[in-house]
């Protein structure tokens, strides 16, 4: 899984260069589509608009916003199919976002039997 990370700057310049940007993610998305590594993924909402969960000695707790105080929040994410963490890494290093924030790798635990 590729983790999006933003922040107000980030998106800013996403804002400023809006085509380019868009423009370089269609050709990666348009890419990893043609040659199935493409499994999912979404842009998620502004993190002013999400409540954050917290269960303490059985008394669940929510409050607005994020879980924690960061400048940066997660954005949204993919899920792509290939054949090693090395393109993955790849895939997210030719992401925008990558330039102006950040990307996590991450693999997904498979929970299928075997």
Same mark, same amino acid.
């Given at each position: 899984?590729? $983790?999006?990370?933003? !922040?107000?700057?980030? +998106?800013?310049? *996403?804002? &400023?260069?809006? &085509? +380019? #940007?868009?423009? %370089? #993610? /269609?050709?990666?998305?348009?890419?990893?589509?043609? !040659?199935? %590594?493409?499994? @999912? @993924? +979404?842009?998620?909402?502004?993190?002013?608009?999400?409540?954050? *969960?917290? #269960?303490? !000695?059985?008394?669940?707790? =929510?409050?607005?916003?994020?879980?924690?105080?960061?400048?940066?929040? $997660?954005?949204?994410?993919?899920?792509? /199919?290939?054949?090693?963490?090395?393109?993955?890494?790849?895939?997210?290093?030719?992401?925008? &976002?990558?330039?102006?924030?950040?990307?996590? =790798?991450?693999? *997904?635990? /498979?929970?299928?039997?075997?």
């Amino acid at each position: 899984m590729l $983790l999006i990370y933003s !922040n107000p700057a980030a +998106q800013q310049a *996403v804002a &400023d260069g809006f &085509d +380019q #940007v868009m423009a %370089e #993610v /269609d050709a990666l998305m348009a890419e990893l589509e043609a !040659n199935g %590594e493409l499994a @999912g @993924g +979404q842009a998620l909402g502004d993190p002013a608009s999400s409540k954050t *969960v917290v #269960v303490r !000695n059985g008394v669940p707790t =929510v409050t607005d916003g994020p879980f924690l105080e960061a400048k940066e929040y $997660l954005a949204g994410y993919l899920i792509v /199919d290939c054949a090693s963490v090395e393109r993955a890494t790849e895939i997210a290093a030719r992401w925008p &976002d990558a330039r102006l924030c950040a990307m996590e =790798v991450r693999p *997904v635990i /498979d929970e299928v039997a075997e």
